[in-house]
């Protein structure tokens, strides 16, 4: 076997400037959305190594694969549910109008057990109604594994108005979690996501920074009706979105599991992240859904190494309809070979060690953690909405990012390179129906799909 010649800096930097033909090293460093620096190499010494594990595996196996069904009626949702939880997935996240009914939900989960199957919602609007659904179809089971997400904010933030307005809504959902607290010792009670703010366009930072700021919304709320910090920071689950960007998704999960324990060590009661990663649904294309597993299983895979305790992939079709069998039959499984074939689960932290991406978390920590403190600084996040803190530099990564697309400086595959004249379609359900708010309270943080402007001149 032949020894390879021990490797340098200054070898590489020869090699790269007789690559770039003379022009300066300078040049391959380019900065991100946040204007932080991306560099083309990373030694030893860059950045210390970051540990961001998650606490412990979910029942044995790496992350909990979380299954989302769409409940309009019991007798529609209740197969899927019992299919979905046979087939592999450990835990469904439910939505839908049966969420908020007590009798609908129960029969929804007929012949689940909530004590070994967490069911969570996403209920928007409806967060008080369905929790407290939730509450009784759990019958006041002790062990029940319930995961309540409630978060009035990005309803609020999405939607720009909530019924009644968002402190009387940040109140009864505080309310509504003291009150189950005591009798679901096991459940999880809030959810603060920064999804809206990614899905409107937003940069990594500005993501994690609004995740943070709505946690610490919460945390005051939980709080003022009584609820101790330390099980209102225990019950509380981040939300964050991941893409097809991989790498940079490792970082983002490991970077809010610092803030966290930097927040919640501020707030009086050190406790570990419990990090819900969802698959981003701004990288999904309407118009050739099949790129999109290609997308998913990136995020899938970024969710995993990256540590999130929970990852939610949606249907490949999601942007065109309500996914079919097939394609919440392909979300869990893509999950399940990253799991079972690829083994991703076996390491707790894979990435600690990785020149790149230790600096990488780190600078997405900092850049985050400063934009919670700006949004802090305005007041917190509600005030921050109202005055449209928030929106405009969200507003500005929108149109930045987008303007890349149309003029190809950024790549969609499928969607503005290497594009398929004749897509073939695949089959979708009919999309759900969703009603405004009276009244708007603050800007709409409007989701955005990066394909749409595409999509319409393709028409």
């Avoid at 089959?427 to 955005?448: F, I, N, Y």
């Amino acid at each position: 076997m032949t020894d390879l010649p021990p490797a340098s800096l200054d070898a590489w930097a020869d090699l790269a400037r007789k690559a770039l033909k003379g022009a300066p090293l300078e040049g391959l460093t380019r900065p991100d959305a946040d204007g932080l620096p991306v560099r083309p190499l990373y030694v030893a010494g860059d950045t210390e190594m970051v540990r961001a594990p998650r606490p412990t595996p979910a029942d044995g196996r790496g992350w909990d694969i979380r299954v989302p069904v769409r409940a309009e009626t019991p007798a529609q949702a209740n197969p899927v549910v019992l299919e979905e939880l046979r087939e592999g997935a450990a835990s469904i996240l439910l939505s839908g109008p049966a969420v908020a009914d007590p009798d609908a939900l129960a029969r929804t989960l007929d012949g689940v057990a909530l004590e070994l199957a967490p069911v969570g919602l996403d209920a928007g609007s409806n967060g008080v109604a369905a929790a407290d659904a939730l509450a009784a179809a759990a019958k006041g089971a002790p062990r029940a594994r319930l995961m309540l997400h409630l978060d009035p904010i990005s309803d609020f933030a999405v939607a720009g108005g909530i019924a009644g307005g968002i402190e009387d809504a940040l109140a009864r959902t505080a309310q509504a979690a003291a009150r189950h607290a005591g009798p679901y010792p096991l459940a999880s009670l809030f959810l603060a996501s920064g999804r809206a703010a990614h899905e409107a366009g937003g940069t990594i930072a500005q993501e994690l920074g609004f995740a943070l700021a709505a946690a610490a919304e919460l945390l005051r709320a939980a709080t003022g009706a009584g609820l101790p910090a330390p099980r209102a920071l225990a019950a509380t689950v981040l939300g964050l979105s991941l893409d097809a960007e991989y790498l940079d998704g490792v970082a983002k999960v490991r970077a809010a599991r610092l803030m966290w324990r930097s927040f919640s060590r501020a707030a009086g009661a050190e406790t570990p992240a419990v990090i819900e990663a969802r698959s981003s649904r701004r990288m999904l294309d309407a118009r050739d859904p099949w790129p999109n597993l290609l997308r998913l299983t990136a995020a899938g895979f970024a969710g995993a190494v990256g540590g999130a305790d929970a990852v939610v992939l949606d249907g490949f079709t999601a942007a065109a309809g309500v996914p079919d069998a097939f394609a919440r039959r392909l979300a869990r499984n893509t999950q399940l070979v990253l799991m079972e074939e690829a083994q991703l689960g076996r390491v707790d932290d894979p990435a600690a060690g990785s020149w790149f991406l230790d600096a990488r978390t780190r600078d997405l920590a900092q850049a985050g953690w400063a934009e919670f403190q700006r949004i802090e600084a305005e007041g917190g996040l509600v005030a921050a909405l109202k005055a449209g803190a928030v929106q405009a530099p969200i507003a500005a990564a929108r149109q930045a990012r987008q303007a890349a697309l149309a003029e190809a400086g950024a790549v969609m595959v499928g969607v503005n390179r290497f594009v398929d004249p004749e897509p073939r379609p695949a089959p979708v359900e009919a999309p759900p129906t969703t009603t405004a708010p009276g009244g708007d309270a603050c800007a709409p943080l409007t989701p955005v799909r990066w394909s749409a402007p595409f999509e319409e001149a393709a028409r």
